[in-house]
């Protein structure tokens, strides 16, 4: 059987080696596996990590880990799904099962997991191939389309969320604001909080203002310090592939705060000056992955809350220009190639 897909050889600079769409042939089916027609995959900033070799020298994969679609076979051991469900596939594609990690529900922090989209063919495809235990069932009332950024976008920033601890009511700030970012905006909106949005994208803070922030600050328009300091900020979390705002963030934050890191690659040094940025218990932490029961507990709430990302179709053929605008900040949400 072949699937039509979008196919990374090795990687380097989008705008020199894009992505080639080719016919690939899809192996035979484990027990474990199932056999999945893909409706919908949203593109996300690993994507591009991936394409670019910022995770690593990987060859000859296709991308793509928010991938929505109806499981058309199933392998002889599989028991949580059946042919016609729909079902999610994200950035976890295995763990090893045995670990430390993967035996206290931290699956995430296996050292013997693999990617969608990395370590496994993902989801710029027609059909997926993916791991029973580690796939979703998806609720009802969501689009396919409307679910795929969910599943890493969505679930990364609720990790964050979660993570940072937030006291009911308390102030977040989100710096940077792409996919992960716009749908994390909603969900702590909906949950009773203030958020703050830093962007040096005009565009972007204007959407943020659409989508309920209560404040929105440019860098290019002073001093993040000066200008944050007295809103009482609590916490921050980081979704600028970039180490200063993780400097900035930590100043500004008030004692006993956290500073949560959601990206899986930061460009720059990271600089603390310890009386001004960590003193008075403040903490930083990077966010790995997410857990299944994260996804299942995030699923549950973008369902009850409405969350919904905002999002443009894109056929599998324009992957590459919206990997270029992802990389030159100029998409508003997210793209969903939809099949
Ligand atoms: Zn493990
Ligand atoms: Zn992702």
Redesign the pocket.
């Given at each position: 059987m072949k699937t039509k897909a979008a196919f990374l050889e090795k990687p380097g600079k989008i705008e020199e080696k894009p992505l080639k769409i080719k016919e690939l042939k899809l192996p035979e089916l484990k027990e474990n596996e199932v056999l999945i027609k893909v409706s919908a995959c949203g593109v996300c900033r690993t994507d591009l990590h991936v394409v670019e070799g910022e995770l690593g020298n990987v060859n000859n994969i296709v991308p793509g880990h928010e991938v929505v679609g109806t499981i058309e076979r199933v392998g002889s051991e599989v028991k949580a799904q059946k042919t016609g469900d729909r079902v999610g596939v994200a950035w976890l594609y295995s763990?090893?099962?045995?670990?430390?990690?993967?035996?206290s529900g931290r699956?995430n922090?296996?050292?013997?997991?693999k990617f969608t989209g990395f370590s496994k063919n993902g989801g710029y495809s027609e059909y997926i191939i993916a791991d029973s235990g580690f796939i979703f069932n998806l609720p009802v009332g969501l689009k396919d389309e409307e679910i795929a950024p969910l599943l890493c976008s969505g679930a990364i920033g609720y990790r964050s969320f979660k993570l940072a601890h937030a006291s009911p009511g308390s102030t977040i700030t989100m710096f940077g604001f792409g996919g992960s970012a716009h749908l994390t905006l909603q969900l702590a909106k909906k949950l009773g909080h203030k958020v703050i949005i830093v962007s040096r994208n005009e565009e972007h803070l204007k959407l943020a203002s659409e989508l309920g922030a209560d404040f929105t600050f440019s860098p290019k328009n002073g001093n993040i310090y000066e200008n944050l300091k007295d809103k009482d900020i609590e916490n921050a979390i980081i979704f600028a592939p970039s180490s200063v705002p993780i400097m900035n963030a930590l100043k500004v934050i008030k004692p006993g705060g956290r500073v949560i890191v959601a990206g899986i690659h930061i460009d720059g040094e990271i600089k603390i000056d310890y009386d001004s940025q960590l003193f008075h218990e403040k903490l930083l932490l990077s966010v790995e992955s997410y857990t299944r029961q994260d996804m299942l507990e995030y699923l549950r709430l973008a369902t009850n809350l409405e969350i919904k990302p905002v999002y443009s179709d894109i056929k599998l053929e324009d992957v590459n220009s919206a990997l270029t605008e992802l990389k030159n900040s100029e998409l508003m949400g997210v793209k969903v190639i939809k099949f």
């Open positions: 763990s090893c099962g045995s670990c430390e990690y993967c035996l699956e922090l296996c050292q013997n997991k």
